[in-house]
């Protein structure tokens, strides 16, 4: 664990708007909800943002050593996009388009979304749990926000009553800022057709119309669940009736979370959540991404280039880290130019990690300006970690230990640091970026032939130097410059760096 004493850390709590101290309701352990992905379509770069956001926020958490229960269910079933609506399914939908079984649909974008959260090297959740693994939950939840009078049953569904929710003292909207009364305002009068008794009202059950695909049992007759519901009984099951952070993009704020506070409070008389925290969008090209538009890349087209938006292939870890260089509550826009710049970015850090784990300290005359110019970086990295996990300043200080890193390996002066300084060094630059930001060094099965490749042109430059071809020796250098290979001239020959 790391030197760094203060363990204070301060979240942006959405349903306060202000940073707030972060006090877990049973420390070291942590409970945390991310909602995850709606298994009917690729994930697109969007949803990995989110998660690899809260990976990270989850993986600085263990790396201090707080006992974390992270929970990302699987949506699998009844994700309406419109209440009023039962065809429109997304599963259902999807099922008839690709002529599958809503089922197949579920493991074959289940299997794609994995697989995507392996290439970023994303921890697995503690447990991930599936809507249609918990439809016996999900009704017993129903039956008690009924026996409470906060829901109502309309023709075989199942709708929460969200004015009497707010009779009763409840705040529908204190998440979203919503006006209640705007939302109240929008009722549409019942006319034989519309089950709601006021718009604002949502399922917590739909009753399946004859071709519907996806229905179970239920003391109301067959259906499925409101798309809202599952949040809220699998959170209460693993995490128990109120846990510490709930997670999710900026996008669910309204209605599916500000529906789950609802749902919460009303079966279990108290706050589901402690704090919840929001990521922001990504934009593509400086433009929002849109399927309707074409805007859009999916991770894989990303990675192996095949894509008419970028440039060139970006590697999963290159891209993990460029999302780690925007504040997760701020948008960050994809560019081929923002992650050339990250790609450079990424191999300068990476070598600097390289060349850390490589040396050999030996005991020397410290200098004490020095010492305590290291602790107070490394120091800076927590505090900035423990201010909302602040990544991109965090990687900015990072930077500052790579050009000392440099330094001390150039002038083999790393012995100006005490042995508990260096230690505090490597500890922090290597946490921070493997443990923390889960980025790895990439490698390729090439690398002894590039390696010899490029020692041969070294060997041609200097050559070149002997016959006193300066322009030859020149040549050689800018071009592998130009390629990405710096080479560096010293009392013991040229080495290189990628």
């Known amino acids: 664990m790391a030197k760094f004493e203060d363990q204070s850390i301060y979240i942006y709590n959405s349903l306060t708007g202000k940073k707030e101290l972060f006090e877990p309701i049973n420390s070291p352990h942590v409970g945390i909800y991310v909602c995850g992905p709606t298994v009917y379509s690729n994930v697109h770069l969007g949803n990995c943002r989110t998660f690899l956001s809260f990976d990270t926020i989850i993986r600085y958490l263990k790396f201090l050593e707080f006992k974390v229960r992270y929970v990302r269910n699987i949506t699998d079933a009844g994700h309406l996009t419109d209440d009023g609506n039962v065809e429109n399914d997304r599963f259902v939908k999807q099922s008839r388009l690709e002529k599958l079984e809503p089922m197949e649909i579920v493991q074959k974008y289940s299997i794609y979304f994995h697989d995507i959260m392996k290439q970023f090297n994303a921890l697995p959740p503690s447990i991930e749990p599936t809507a249609t693994g918990h439809i016996i939950e999900q009704i017993e939840m129903i039956q008690t926000i009924l026996q409470k009078g906060l829901a109502y049953e309309s023709n075989g569904s199942i709708y929460f009553d969200v004015q009497r929710y707010m009779e009763e003292g409840g705040a529908y909207g204190e998440l979203s800022g919503r006006d209640i009364e705007e939302l109240m305002a929008g009722s549409r009068d019942l006319d034989g057709q519309d ?144 992650l050339t710049a990250a790609e450079k970015g990424y191999k300068k850090m990476m070598a600097a990690f390289e060349l850390l784990g490589k ?114 020796a020149d040549q050689i250098r800018d071009r592998l410059l130009e390629a990405g290979v710096q080479l560096k001239d010293g009392k013991e020959g040229t080495t290189f760096s990628l």
Not at 421 to 433: K, V
């Open 195 to 338: 089950e709601k008794k006021n718009a604002s009202d949502f399922a917590l059950w739909k009753k399946a119309s004859p071709q519907h695909i996806m229905r179970w049992n239920s003391p109301w007759g067959e259906g499925f669940p409101g798309w809202h519901l599952e949040c809220s009984a699998m959170g209460k099951k693993y995490l128990g009736n109120q846990f510490d952070i709930h997670g999710g993009g900026m996008d669910l704020k309204f209605p599916h979370h500000e529906c789950e506070i609802a749902q919460g409070k009303a079966a279990n008389n108290c706050a589901p959540v402690k704090y919840w925290m929001h990521g922001n969008m990504l934009t593509l090209n400086g433009k929002r991404m849109s399927k309707s538009t074409g805007n859009t890349l999916l991770p894989d087209e990303l990675f192996s280039g095949n894509n008419d938006l970028m440039d060139k292939a970006y590697s999963p870890t290159v891209v993990r880290f460029f999302m780690l260089q925007a504040h997760y509550r701020s948008v960050l826009d994809f560019s081929s130019d923002a």
């Open 359 to 472: 040396v050999e300290f030996i005991e020397g005359v410290v200098i004490q300006s020095e010492d305590k110019e290291i602790r107070d970086l490394c120091d800076s990295c927590y505090k900035e970690m423990n201010d909302d996990f602040n990544t991109p300043k965090t990687i900015a200080l990072l930077f500052e230990l790579v050009s000392k890193i440099n330094t001390y390996a150039d002038k083999k002066s790393f012995g100006q640091l005490s042995s508990e300084t260096f230690n505090y060094l490597q500890e922090t630059f290597f946490g921070m970026i493997s443990e923390v930001f889960g980025l790895e060094l990439e490698s390729t099965g090439d690398s002894d032939i590039l390696d010899k490749s490029i020692q041969i042109l070294i060997d041609m430059r200097a050559q070149a130097k002997q016959e006193r071809n300066f322009e030859m």
